[in-house]
């Protein structure tokens, strides 16, 4: 069996006393780095010690705009959409080099991490929505791939070892014109230089309707499906087509929609857990539990085999109440995992 590797989507809760306001003017004026940068390091090191094998620093930015502010900068560009290498930077890892020194001191090894990059598509429909400039959408790819590069060059203590190309919108937004060899090509574009690199390429879609499209992109070898939440879309992949491309999965084995789940909790004892939060934790000791998340594994298992390369949870725990409920979440996956190798 291949190893089957833990990675988490991204988005983590703030901590008590930190609010979304704080966090965006901090990023934006830089004057509270160390504050800014120890919210950052707490949330990292919760994913390291819930058992995380390859974590992703929390993302408390906008996915759009953390990297279209760069691209917006003309200081920044050598022309138009084409970000400079040096200015396209996640300042998320500049915070978590702390972390990944203390961790290589404490384990004598390096410590592995993925990111997250906005993919082309999505930048593109933010700035463009419907219209079709295909040398902007390249352009936009381009720069993608120099945040890429640049964060893989400039990493010092840790390891990049994945990179999650971000496409929520491909398979869900009508606004989506170009056609397919345009999408192939930018999502090729996007991922080329950690592909060079030797990193696996994920994409995470948040509908598997054209994952076709990735797997044609000789530069992404991992499809993302949000399988916990809605199983049905395992029905959207065929065996043949990852084969046939030398494609792996990551696959959802916890679910991430804390509303719905919540809803479960708000019918069986007729009450509201956002108002009445006793239940809440519920979610983590009774729904989204070890067994459970060791049950999904093992029936995804059985069909997809050593096609399965990355499992986590479906998506980021941005929305969850509070960190000790996302770290629990984590943990049980963490547990989930460690059953199912037990029964293999």
Sequence with gaps: ??????????????????????????????????KLFTVINDAFQ????????????????????????VIRDSNCCDSPF???????????????EKVAKAYKEQFGETLKVRICVTGPTELYLREFG?????????????????????????????????????EPSIGLNPEITFDENDIISALTNASKAASKWG??????????????????????????????????YLELIDRKILEDT????????????????????NEMYCTNVWKDQKYLSEIVSQLETPDTITKRLRVYYRRFGNLIKY???????????NQRMAFILLSNVAQGIRNFKGFL
């Design 1 to 34: 069996m291949e190893e089957i590797i833990f990675d988490d989507i991204g988005s983590y809760p703030l901590p008590e006393g930190v609010s979304k306001e704080w966090i965006q003017n901090a990023f934006k004026t830089r004057e509270e780095d160390e």
């Design 46 to 69: 919760q994913k390291i010690d819930a058992g995380v094998d390859v974590p992703t620093y929390p993302q408390y930015q906008d996915m759009n705009e953390q990297f279209l502010k």
């Design 82 to 96: 084409e970000v400079k290498l040096e200015c396209a930077r996640i300042e998320e890892l500049e915070a978590i």
């Design 130 to 166: 419907g219209t079709q400039y295909t040398d902007i959408y390249s352009l936009l790819a381009k720069s993608v791939n120099n945040f890429v590069r640049n964060s893989m060059r400039s990493a010092k203590n840790f390891k990049i070892t994945t990179v999650s190309i971000d």
């Design 199 to 232: 990193a696996d390429v994920e994409i995470h879609l948040h509908s598997p309707l054209y994952y076709n499209l990735a797997c044609e992109a000789p530069t992404i070898n991992v499809i993302g499906v949000e399988s916990a939440g809605t199983p049905s």
């Design 246 to 265: 030398d494609s792996f999965l990551r696959l959802g084995i916890a679910r991430t929609d804390i509303f719905t789940l919540a809803g479960v909790l």
């Design 311 to 321: 499992v986590g949870p479906d998506c980021g725990l941005g929305s969850w109440p």
